[in-house]
C-alpha cells in the first residue's frame, strides 16, 4: 500500500520548534503542531548518547506528502539533530488516511 501522507515526528529540546519548521518549511511543509512535553530519560542514555538531556522537550508533528518526507528529514537532522543544540530526533509515522487536505498529487494545483 502505498501511502500519499506521512507524519513527522520531531522531538527537540524546548526553544527549538521554530528551528524545525524553518527547516522543514524549506523543502515544502506548511506547517506543524507543537505540544509540549517532558523527556524521562535516564543517565545511562546521557552517557551511551554522550549527550546532556533536557527534561523540558517540544514534539513537532508535520503532515507531509510522502514524496517530500526524506528531504524534510535530512533538513532535520543538520539543523536540529543529536549533534546540535536542539538535540532533536526525528522519525515518520505513515498515515493511510487524512481528511481535510488535497490529495498530495494535487498539491500546487489551484
Known amino acids: 500500500m502505498a501511502f ?11 526553544g527549538f520548534s521554530d528551528a524545525v519548521m524553518d527547516a522543514a518549511r524549506q523543502y ?9 512535553a517532558r523527556g524521562t530519560a535516564n ?3 546521557e552517557n551511551f548518547f554522550k549527550i546532556t538531556i533536557q527534561p523540558e522537550k517540544e514534539v513537532v508533528l508535520i503532515l507531509v506528502p ?14 536540529v ?10 522519525f515518520t509515522l ?13 498539491e500546487g494545483k489551484k
Open 81 to 90: 539533530g543529536l549533534n546540535s543544540p536542539g538535540q532533536g530526533i526525528a
Open 43 to 45: 543517565p545511562e542514555s
Open 28 to 36: 515544502g511543509a506548511r506547517g506543524g503542531t507543537v505540544l509540549h
Open 4 to 14: 500519499e501522507y506521512e507524519m513527522i515526528v520531531c522531538i527537540v529540546n524546548t
Open 66 to 79: 510522502t514524496a517530500i518526507k526524506d528531504d524534510i528529514l535530512h533538513a532535520l537532522y543538520k539543523d
Open 94 to 106: 505513515p498515515v493511510d488516511a487524512a481528511v481535510g487536505l488535497p490529495k498530495a498529487s494535487d
